[in-house]
């Protein structure tokens, strides 16, 4: 007799979806080998953070109610952001104060909604199988993780565990990227300014490889790397552990 | 209000802060100063987390029994010899030390460190009164002799540099002799101090705000690190202290365990070099202290925050940790929001006071990164609070046509998930071709606020959820 299989529902989020796929496979991979049954619903689009934060909450609740009904039959949901996560977990009850029934659901989604590190780490207690990059890398804390789920030491945990890879810290690894969703468009000299003290904490640890567990801030960074003709790589983490760093960097030409 | 509000043209006085270098060097300094000081005083305080949590509790408690503490303080001012006065506005606040002022026959007052007479605009009205208000805080006699505006509520001067400040001396101190050498901080300083001392021996009233106001004992505290609270309170006469109703706490316990938050909180001391406790006139065989003693309570709009969603924010003690650790307050300074309260706690705070009419943008203006409430040592959950401002702006359809309509459109597209699938699928690949083998953009449709300062990473191909299914997976 074995115990069965941890079911897990996989909500790649909109941003890996378009932008990353690689996100979402590596995800697949490192929640597969560690011994889960994974799904990815095929209806799923977005957290409904955009209308959340925007001030739309019937926007940000008709997206929760369609999330809810689609992953809350898994045992867990597993999310490769820390941003969609703290949405999830942090917000959604939130949402139906008053509903009695839809605010349980939400509750229990709640319960079982992990950002993919802290679920390995937190959650399952394991390491992922061994991988090798060889190089330094510098880890941003992305701001939802980080203050909303206390994810800090988990992706660092599994970080220790890559061969050849050695973490630089930068001097401020906790300071926001200035990506801030619909901020980095509609004051986007001042999330300029904000990245601009990112990239050069960056630059400033020597490292090849920032990592992080967010792609709306790796797209930022990434994005304001390439604009300076910076050559360092940007990846989620999640590439890295998965070992699926064939491909080109975000932002990176191909090959 | 003085200086004039100017929080709807917060983009471009952002622009224009963001293109002044000495600004930016300026504010550049808070790190080292106000942010390592903080981190180095917490670190060495074990108990700080379990001290927040009392600071909280202390206030929550408060503001449910608002009322009552209010009137145990009234009651125990008069007892001391005191007066308190009731405003329910910034008016009906400036009429009432006017009143003061001109039956103490005062021609010339002097102040302490104080955000709420900026709230009120109280020099400017002094002023066309006849009356002329003398700022003894170093930072605010500098901003003072600008005609500006403090743009920090701790340091109102931080975005002024030794040289701005020698020029200003040069030409208001014009009777000192032009030579002089005004190099040196320490020079500036010495400067400062024998033209204020001056102005403290002429002034008829002082007048100053209030950290603390203690219901057991009717005490007004200040907390200040030059010394120029207690001889703006001590010297004159009258005596005037102005605060805000929610600065009451119940006891002198607390304001003990508050203190050790604030100072840590502000600037990394441990307290502040001057805490002082003033509890109604000079008495008899007092060797100091002024004539009559007064206390202006004001409201303007804190009583209609109280039950609200925004309760939370009348636990905010202005120590400015938010301000300092806030990504978009370091990138502009605190003039660009155009308000009286900048950063965090000024986007949560002034809409209450000035009607969020008057305040688009600055709820919006923050990437909502959270560090400001992880600093904040009364916890208050300001990224919540500005969500609220949002909805509610939202709720007003104060939000721009364009957001609306963005946020509509992706709606419609998020809940119908085959339509998204097929948007997404074509977005992603024509983004691919249009970016060819250079895995990145330069520009790119609809995007124009992100490629103008960055690239933007194209996308892989296919979406996820294609790519998945091609691998026949569920």
Redesign the interface.
């Known amino acids: 007799m074995t115990t069965p299989k941890p079911r897990v529902g996989l909500f790649?989020t909109?941003l890996?979806?378009?932008?990353?796929?690689?996100v979402?496979?590596s995800a697949v991979k490192l929640l597969e080998d560690a011994g889960c049954e994974v799904?990815?619903?095929?209806?799923?689009?977005?957290c409904?953070q955009?209308?959340?934060?925007?001030?739309?909450?019937a926007?940000a609740r008709?997206?929760a109610e369609?999330v809810i009904a689609l992953f809350e039959d898994f045992d867990h949901v597993v999310i490769p952001s820390g941003s969609c996560a703290g949405m999830i977990t942090t917000h959604y009850p939130s949402l139906f104060s008053g509903e009695p029934n839809w605010r349980l659901r939400a509750e229990r989604l709640a319960a079982k909604t992990h950002e993919l590190t802290s679920f390995l780490v937190d959650v399952l207690h394991i390491s992922p199988l061994p991988v090798t990059w060889e190089g330094t890398a510098t880890y941003h804390d992305s701001?939802?993780g980080l203050?909303?789920l206390g994810i800090k030491e988990q992706p660092r945990q599994l970080l220790s565990a890559v061969d050849g890879l050695a973490v630089k810290e930068m001097r401020d690894p906790?300071?926001?990227c200035?990506?801030?969703?619909?901020?980095?468009?509609?004051?986007?000299?001042?999330?300029?300014?904000?990245?601009e003290?990112k990239v050069a904490d960056v630059r400033a640890t020597g490292a090849d490889l920032l990592l992080s567990g967010d792609l709306g801030c790796l797209?930022?960074i990434?994005?304001?790397l390439?604009?300076e003709g910076s050559r360092v790589e940007v990846r989620h983490v999640a590439e890295v552990l998965a070992g699926m760093t064939s491909?080109?960097s975000?932002?990176?030409?191909?090959k | 209000m003085s200086g004039g509000l100017t929080s709807l043209s917060f983009p471009k006085n952002a622009q224009a802060a963001l293109a002044n270098p000495p600004l930016l060097k300026a504010i550049a300094h808070i790190e080292e100063t106000l942010v390592s000081g903080r981190r180095r005083a917490v670190d060495a305080l074990p108990e700080f987390e379990a001290l927040r949590d009392a600071g909280r509790d202390i206030k929550a408690h408060t503001l449910k029994h608002l009322d009552l503490y209010l009137e145990a303080f009234e009651k125990k001012v008069v007892e001391a010899g005191g007066f308190v006065h009731w405003a329910a506005d910034a008016a009906e606040a400036s009429r009432i030390i006017l009143d003061i002022c001109q039956s103490a026959g005062a021609r010339r007052v002097t102040k302490g460190k104080s955000m709420i007479t900026e709230e009120v605009g109280l020099n400017a009205f002094l002023q066309e009164n006849g009356i002329t208000p003398v700022e003894t805080d170093l930072g605010e006699y500098i901003i003072q002799l600008r005609g500006e505006t403090p743009s920090h509520i701790i340091a109102p001067a931080v975005h002024v540099n030794k040289e701005q400040v020698a020029a200003d001396f040069r030409r208001a101190h014009a009777d000192l002799d032009p030579a002089r050498n005004l190099d040196e901080p320490t020079s500036l300083l010495a400067e400062a101090r024998g033209v204020l001392r001056e102005r403290f021996l002429a002034a008829d009233v002082g007048i100053t705000g209030a950290n603390f106001l203690v219901a057991e004992t009717g005490s007004a505290v200040i907390v200040t690190n030059e010394g120029n609270g207690d001889l703006t309170q001590i010297l004159p006469k009258t005596h005037i202290v102005l605060a805000s109703i929610e600065k009451v706490v119940p006891t002198l316990e607390d304001v003990a365990t508050i203190m050790r938050l604030l100072a840590r909180s502000a600037t990394g001391q441990e307290m502040g070099v001057y805490t002082t406790f003033s509890t109604g006139p000079r008495r008899a065989g007092d060797p100091d202290g002024p004539e009559a003693f007064h206390v202006v309570l004001l409201d303007n709009g804190r009583s209609a925050m109280l039950g609200s969603e925004f309760e939370d924010m009348l636990r905010c003690i202005r120590c400015g940790a938010c301000i300092n650790h806030c990504p978009v307050y370091r990138s502009i300074g605190g003039h660009a929001y155009g308000s009286v309260y900048p950063g965090p706690m000024g986007s949560v705070l002034t809409p209450s006071l000035q009607g969020l009419e008057k305040s688009a943008h600055l709820a919006n203006a923050s990437t909502l990164c959270g560090r400001c409430e992880s600093v904040c040592p009364m916890r208050i959950p300001l990224p919540k609070m500005l969500r609220h401002w949002r909805e509610k702006e939202f709720e007003r359809h104060l939000t721009p046509k364009t957001a609306r309509f963005g946020l509509a459109a992706w709606r419609f597209l998020a809940v119908r998930p085959r339509l998204y699938g097929l948007v997404t699928r074509l977005g992603a690949w024509g983004l691919m071709r249009l970016a060819r083998r250079n895995g990145a953009l330069r520009q790119a449709p609809l995007a124009g606020g992100w490629t103008r300062w960055r690239d933007l990473p194209a996308p892989e191909g296919g979406t996820f959820r294609t790519e998945w299914a091609k691998r026949g997976r569920t």
């Open positions: 790649v909109c890996v979806d378009f932008f990353r796929p690689t979402g496979f799904s990815v619903p095929a209806a799923q689009t977005c409904g955009p209308a959340y934060n925007s001030g739309d909450r926007g008709s997206l369609q701001c939802s203050r909303e906790e300071a926001c200035g990506f801030g969703g619909a901020f980095c468009v509609k004051y986007d000299e001042i999330s300029n300014a904000i990245v003290r797209l930022n990434a994005g304001k390439k604009r491909g080109p975000i932002g990176e030409a191909r």
